[in-house]
């Protein structure tokens, strides 16, 4: 989850056609490869955001986005807050 990851490279890793690997994705996990990855990395930053005091930035590239911005927008889209705003009102409520 941390590098450059897509369907079609997981397919042919594994030596299956892209079309396959999303249905069974699909029917195993309840998402589409890219809902999951992106659930995945959120709840990993998150998790980042509260158990450390990296940078956002920082926390950003180590779940897989290298552009910071687009990792709070992301984020914010997700889960209302942007990252920064997570960390305080998370900690606060503990």
Known sequence: YK???SLNTMAE?????SVYLSNIFKKETGMN???????????KGKEML???SL????ISKYVG???????VSVFKGETG????EYRQNMKENR
Do not use: C, Q
């Open 65 to 71: 986005y290298h552009n910071a911005s687009y990792f």
């Open 33 to 43: 490869f890219v809902s999951y990855l992106t659930k995945y990395r959120l709840d």
């Open 3 to 5: 590098e450059e990851i």
């Open 50 to 52: 509260l158990e450390t």
């Open 55 to 58: 940078s956002v930035k920082d």
């Open 13 to 17: 890793h594994i030596g299956i056609s």
């Open 81 to 84: 807050y942007s990252p920064v």
